[in-house]
């Protein structure tokens, strides 16, 4: 089985987890998270990085920076993975959906000033698959109704728009690390802020609001998000090849577009002209008129010996929030096709050039 997503780890990345075993700070302090945090908001372009146990964690962490009330709207796409949602749901508030651009997959921003409301405080932007989100619109829509803005960059290492770095767009950011990103700690995430203010309410947040002066006296509640220094060791080998990880994924999707373009049936990833795509993933979206969904030719694949991954189920569509009484009767046309018509298929970077012609031409056997 050729796997959707392997991850690549160096002898420089196990020498420098074993350093950090070997000096005994294997828990929640050390100078692999000191330098992760510092390294990674510095690639990002941000002044502080606190880290964190997850990707979705982070989120939570973003959302409360916000001082929600209850009620209060944060806008974001239906397709997307559940985290954002459940962040906002959770802190009282509620998701306020928009769909996709058929074209990039990314948010469709023209449609966000519609939903404004009073109640808006926010705009939760997510990079799906590797591309940035149109970003400018937003953050000039944001200025002019005194709205924050938060990036969920979990899917855009390295990636750019217009020349600057996902991830040091907005007021908040976060990421996720988990084995299948470009940077991975095996699990862990971070949040990017640029206030000292903010990133020292994140870290007490992060770390049960223990307070310095006297630890166990609490005045709010917090969580227990911390992220190990053996896993920020693991997190500062990769950020010193960071352009070599994202030349190989454009390498491996570059080769893909080689071998598939031109096929009937289906859409390639794009890249806008203001885009840097670093193809966290490289997506296929089947066109209706093959007669075959994503999972059809998800299972034709696998009797190939070729793992591949379904694309994002909408939020509107989830059971979940059906319960809650969210997004009742509300319809998001590209989201849905998306979510039936995409998959994507192997890219991790231990993928080699001859999996990927094998991958290509067993796409092509399955549409045929």
């Known amino acids: 089985m050729i796997p959707v997503a392997e991850p690549l780890v160096t002898e ?3 020498e420098l987890v074993n350093e950090a075993l070997a000096t005994g700070w294997i828990s929640s302090a050390g100078k692999f998270l000191d330098q992760f945090e510092e390294r990674w ?16 964690v982070a989120l939570d962490i973003a959302v409360e920076l916000l001082g929600l009330e209850a009620g209060d709207e944060v806008i974001m796409p239906s397709f997307t993975i559940i985290s954002p949602a459940q962040s906002v749901v959770r802190a009282g508030g509620i998701p306020v959906l928009v769909d996709s651009d058929p074209g990039n997959w990314q948010m469709d921003v023209s449609q966000i000033e519609a939903k404004l409301t009073p109640r808006t405080r926010a705009i939760l ?8 989100a149109d970003m400018d619109p937003v953050l000039a829509l944001a200025r002019k109704h005194g709205l924050k803005v938060i990036e969920d960059a979990a ?38 802020v640029r206030t000292a203010e903010l990133a020292e309410r994140a870290r007490s947040l992060r770390n049960l609001c223990f307070q310095k002066k006297q630890r166990f006296l609490h005045e709010e509640l917090g969580y227990n998000f911390r992220l190990t220094n053996l896993q920020a060791a693991l997190g500062v080998a990769q950020i010193e090849r960071m352009e070599q990880i994202v030349e190989r994924k454009r390498a491996i999707a570059a080769l893909y577009l080689e071998l598939l373009r031109g096929t ?22 089947l066109d209706q008129a093959t007669g075959l969904d ?28 059906g319960k809650m009484g969210l997004f009742a009767g509300e319809n998001y046309p590209v989201a849905e096709r998306l979510a039936r018509q995409g998959l994507y298929v192997p890219t991790g970077l231990t993928i080699t050039d001859q999996e990927i012609h094998q991958v290509a031409q067993a796409v092509r056997e399955g549409i045929r």
């Open 264 to 285: 009937e049936g289906i859409s390639l990833p794009i890249e806008e002209p203001w885009a840097r795509n670093v193809y966290w993933v490289f997506g296929l979206v």
């Open 294 to 321: 994503a999972a059809a030719l998800a299972g034709r694949l696998r009797e190939k010996g070729i793992e591949t991954r379904p694309f994002f189920l909408g939020m509107h569509e989830q059971p979940v929030f």
């Open 12 to 14: 420089h990345d196990i």
């Open 125 to 132: 932007v997510v990079h799906i698959y590797g591309h940035p």
């Open 155 to 192: 899917e855009v290492h390295g990636a750019k728009y217009r020349g600057r770095t996902c991830g040091g767009l907005a007021d908040i950011s976060t990421f996720s690390f988990y084995a299948n990103k470009l940077v991975t700690t095996g699990e862990g995430g971070m949040v990017l």
């Open 41 to 56: 908001a510095a690639y990002c372009g941000m002044p502080h990085g606190i880290a964190v146990s997850n990707g979705s």
